[in-house]
């Protein structure tokens, strides 16, 4: 199996405006939470489910010149690399200015326009569309001590209406320790730090009708 960009693209916003805030002082603290992503912070999280076991790697970079959410996705078939261009973490749909991919050994290209644009058109009618509005449906479940294979940590347990589950915590970047995903599965953080750097470091290549 190899990744569909759409499905990335679909993760990457999931994770990027994962939501939470209510009016309690909890709801907003793991709001702080999860908009904690600098440039150069990096998490790994573990996503078992539908698409079976990946381990995806998650960081803010800044590299040609932008700023990227870069989305690294390894399973036993080989991996991907999507990087989205955004104006920091987090970020709506709306705000993706350009995306790259590159799977495997083969080179990176540029997403063309019509992807992308059909992508954000789709994700902006939908509830991931305002992330403070989704952040406002979040019920807390309570303080929550969770372990994973990072180590440790107090967690905030946020609970959606689509009956998803998400742990917080300010001190991982991105802020989530565990979660499950409605209709994809769960994920674990692996472990996590600074100081990342793209991962695509060649020119992308512009496919044809691209626009660009």
């Not at 800044?62 to 920091?88: C, F």
């Not at 992807?115 to 509005?133: N, R």
């Not at 989704?134 to 967690?155: H, K, L, N, W």
Request: glycine share 12%; aromatic share 6%; hydrophobic share 40%.
């Amino acid at each position: 199996m190899r990744f569909n960009v759409r499905s990335l693209i679909l993760v990457a916003a999931v994770l990027a405006v994962s939501p939470t805030s209510a009016g309690a002082q909890d709801l907003d603290a793991a709001c702080v939470a999860l908009g904690n992503g600098g440039v150069g912070a990096w998490a790994e999280q573990r996503m078992q489910g539908s698409l079976g076991t990946i381990d995806m790697r998650f960081a803010l970079v800044s590299t040609r010149g932008a700023t990227w959410y870069e989305i690294t996705a390894v399973n036993e078939q080989g991996s991907s690399i999507i990087q989205l261009e955004v104006p920091g973490f987090p970020f709506r749909p709306d705000q993706i200015e350009s995306a790259v991919t590159k799977t495997g050994v083969t080179p990176a290209v540029i997403i063309p326009d019509a992807v992308l644009q059909q992508y954000k058109s789709t994700a902006m009618s939908g509830p991931l569309s305002d992330i403070e509005a989704q952040c406002r449906t979040a019920q807390v479940i309570g303080a929550e001590d969770v372990t994973v294979t990072a180590g440790s940590f107090p967690t905030t347990h946020l609970r959606f209406a689509d009956g998803g589950d998400v742990w917080v915590s300010a001190d991982v970047p991105f802020g989530i320790v565990r979660g499950v995903v409605a209709r994809q599965g769960t994920l674990e953080l692996l472990s996590f730090g600074s100081g990342a750097t793209g991962s695509i470091t060649e020119t992308p290549l512009s496919l044809s009708g691209n626009g660009n």
